[in-house]
């Protein structure tokens, strides 16, 4: 069983919005800060140094950002159904990725990566 599956990506064009959840199963992100993570398609890089960290939350809902996101995209999360959300809007073309969740900071959670979810903005 996945422990981890994000979803809500798709094709948009440049100033669209798109909304991307992802689930966990269990507590395994209980107590911890989760994280929106992208990846640019075709990097072959290790996913600890290919895989850029935009967004994160605390348990509690304290947020931070990435400044090239920082106004558009919102994160949030809801503990009691183990879930992660990504409000994404005035989208440009440099947002294209896979996007991710995962703990902040990735130490003990490297084999927690989900399959993803491509985020593609078009001109």
């Known amino acids: 069983q996945a422990h981890v599956v994000e979803f809500g990506g798709g094709l948009v064009q440049a100033g669209g919005s798109l909304r991307l959840s992802c689930t966990f199963s269990?507590?395994?992100?209980?107590?911890?800060?989760v994280g929106w993570y992208r990846q640019v398609p075709g990097d072959q890089r290790h996913p600890v140094a290919a895989r850029e960290l935009v967004a994160g939350i605390s348990p509690g809902g304290s947020t931070n950002y990435r400044d090239k996101v920082k106004g558009r995209f919102t994160i949030s999360r809801d503990n009691a159904n183990n879930t992660v959300y990504l409000q994404m809007n005035s989208l440009k073309l440099e947002d294209t990725g896979v996007y991710y969740c995962n703990a902040v900071p990735l130490y003990g959670f490297y084999d927690y990566w989900g399959k993803g979810t491509l985020v593609t903005v078009s001109s």
């Open positions: 269990g507590d395994i992100f209980s107590g911890k800060t």
